[in-house]
């Protein structure tokens, strides 16, 4: 087996998460990285959209922003942002929406507004985009991060999106028909929301990884489901092609200088 | 009615110290020419809306020409953070900088109500967050027909606009093509807008039958800006320039060397500066 990194087998896991039917609203960074990944292997027939407007896009190098060309021209169209956020985000035409965050609770409520009070931040963020609406609006969440005691909190500073609020029917109460975060891909395990309490609990664990190191780096008492599986590692041709779409986007930054 | 000038005259004759101003861009097409005309001319007690504050929102920042900030989401895309936006929330340089903070999709519907003369915008959204805890213009309305809660936001209606775009025609009929973003809305919502273009043409040429385009009469001045979106892109004629973006992080992060870089790049230059940066993607069309 080739090595890895844990950010590989974290892309991975996440592009694996996908389906070839799946009408996904992407996020730049990590979520791209492992949409596109998806596209490429196992889920040619994806629809991948930008909250830019780009509907149905293919890049063949991943965007470092979420309005670049390269995903307007190879889209299938392009619509208004109003129009993206109006008749396809809270039209109910996403199905799978994926999100990431400076921080995040055990209920995989999500923060990317301040670290540290509102009012006087330690850290102003760049605040929530798209978020609050991706998080009710699309049929269900996937979140990609890396955990660390620092990003994997027993308490949020601000509260940007939802995942499962309080618990329990604490997101449903609020009026929120859609299912919300079903799965949390991080780099060393895959968590999913315990089906009463909706606690964010270790289904999988990546090869080599052990419940002390994920223990370490999460806020919060980790819960574990009653079977937990070792997460399969990365095949040779998921490398091959995350390293290659990587690769030419590099290429691509350092040509366009 | 369109009016073909100059950069700085359009400048001058449009944003006024302490108007609310919209200079919109969805990473295409984002007016870095005319942001840094507005530095040079001095403008201050700015309103500024934006869904994606970038490089040019950082720079008015920085240079104290800004009250308060509308927006969704302020970042360098891909980067990082903006440090001179960070800094005035932060710690209050130049100056203690207002903000009123939203989503995406709440800014999206406040241009959209705002171009179709509403006073605010309707939509499902901010649900369970703590941004309406901190934004009191965040409000809910019922639905009179099945009792549904929305939320509600006021409509968007800047003094002025100022967009980017790809060509106008010498009547001043304005042709938008790729990623739209917000910028036709924002130009319908405003009293008033400033429209840089790429080139001024006899003919907008072949397009689509549904093309994006903002006729003349609904435009205020129409200025000719060659390269004036870049580091941005222009659909058409030169591509994002990612490296600058990635370079701005380190210009940006202290006072002094973003300050050094203002006087160098924006004080001392003109809106001439910027056809230099995109000269060898129209050599190479040509």
């Known amino acids: 087996m080739a090595d890895y990194k844990p950010n590989e087998m974290m892309t991975i896991a996440a592009a694996r998460a996908l389906k070839n039917d799946d009408v996904c609203f992407v996020g730049i960074g990590m979520p791209s990285a492992a949409a596109n990944l998806a596209r490429l292997t196992h889920a040619p027939g994806i629809t991948l959209i930008y909250e830019s407007g780009t509907l149905a896009t293919k890049p063949n190098i991943l965007p470092l922003s979420i309005g670049d060309g390269e995903l307007c021209e190879t889209a299938i169209t392009t619509v208004s942002v109003p129009e993206m956020f109006r008749y396809w985000l809270q039209g109910g035409r996403i199905k799978v929406g994926f999100l990431g965050g400076a921080q995040i609770d055990k209920y995989a409520n999500l923060n990317t507004t301040v670290v540290g009070a509102y009012d006087k931040p330690k850290v102003r963020l760049p605040g929530g985009g798209g978020a609050p609406e991706i998080a009710t609006s699309c049929g269900e969440i996937f979140i990609i991060m890396a955990q660390g005691k620092r990003s994997f909190v027993d308490k949020l500073d601000f509260v940007t999106s939802i995942g499962h609020v309080t618990g329990g029917n604490s997101r449903s109460e609020l009026g929120v028909k859609t299912k919300g975060p079903t799965k949390l891909i991080t780099d060393l395990a895959l968590f999913a929301p315990d089906p009463e309490t909706k606690v964010m609990t270790v289904v999988s664990i990546h090869q080599g990884v052990t419940r002390a190191q994920i223990e370490e780096n999460t806020g919060w008492p980790v819960k574990y489901a009653a079977k937990v599986d070792e997460t399969a590692p990365p095949t040779a041709r998921e490398l091959e092609v995350l390293r290659d779409l990587q690769a030419r986007t590099a290429r691509a930054t350092a040509e366009a200088a | ?286």
């Open chain 2, 1 to 286: 009615m369109a009016r073909i000038s100059s950069l700085a005259e359009a400048i001058i004759s449009t944003v006024r110290d302490g108007d609310t101003v919209a200079m919109e861009g969805f990473t295409h097409l984002i007016p870095h020419a005319a942001a840094h005309e507005i530095i040079r001319q001095r403008r201050k007690n700015l309103t500024l809306i934006r869904m994606t504050p970038d490089l040019i929102y950082d720079q008015l920042i920085g240079m104290g020409c800004v009250d308060k900030l509308i927006f969704s989401w302020g970042g360098n895309p891909g980067v990082g953070s903006l440090h001179r936006f960070r800094d005035a929330v932060e710690n209050g340089w130049p100056h203690k900088l207002a903000i009123e903070e939203h989503s995406h999709a709440a800014m999206a519907n406040a241009y959209e109500a705002g171009a179709a003369g509403l006073p605010c915008a309707v939509f499902r959204g901010y649900i369970g967050g703590d941004l309406p805890k901190v934004n009191s213009k965040i409000k809910y309305i019922a639905c009179p027909f099945t009792g549904e809660q929305l939320a509600a936001v006021p409509a968007h209606r800047p003094d002025v606009a100022v967009i980017h775009a790809q060509r106008a025609d010498k009547a001043g009929n304005v042709l938008i093509e790729g990623v739209l973003g917000v910028q036709k809305e924002a130009v319908l919502a405003s009293k008033r807008s400033v429209v840089t273009v790429e080139e001024i043409v006899d003919d907008l040429g072949p397009r689509s039958l549904n093309a994006c385009v903002l006729p003349h009469w609904t435009v205020g001045h129409v200025a000719e800006v060659p390269g004036g979106a870049f580091p941005s892109y222009v659909q058409g004629y030169y591509p994002r320039n990612n490296a600058y973006y990635k370079q701005w992080d380190a210009i940006a992060r202290e006072r002094d060397t973003f300050l050094k870089w203002m006087d160098e790049n924006v004080l001392k230059k003109g809106p001439e500066a910027f056809a230099e940066h995109v000269r060898k993607f129209r050599d190479a069309a040509e």
